[in-house]
């Protein structure tokens, strides 16, 4: 098992911390609910990275299912936690959108591998 495959999914998860641990992180003018994009996005990719670590190539049906269970419960943890930083607050419909989005990032990898071996064969 090559450990540098995890550091991509590490650093990945660094960024969300920094990014949800910033008080009252500048919203540009966006309109509401334009946090859910990026929440998906952030949590997308997330879900990529880590069935690709995790499983390497496609992953089974299983792994996928830990790996969402493991990231929705990262997320989770990531909208307690925004309740104790100043200027945020937790809101379930993030943890929603986080967790949709683990498993279509996950999804995505899986379809992404499943390709890559039917071209092989």
Known sequence: M???KWTPPIAWAALIEVLTSWPRMPT???PAGT???VHFFLYGVFGVLVARAAAGGRPSFRSAVAIVIV???WGALDEW???FIDGRTADIADW???TAAVMV???????YARMREVRVA
């Open 28 to 30: 540009f003018g966006a």
């Open 96 to 98: 929603v959108t986080d």
């Open 105 to 111: 990032g996950v999804a995505a990898r899986a379809r």
């Open 81 to 83: 936690h925004q309740r």
């Open 71 to 73: 990231l929705s419960a």
């Open 35 to 37: 946090d859910k994009v």
């Open 2 to 4: 090559k450990t540098g």
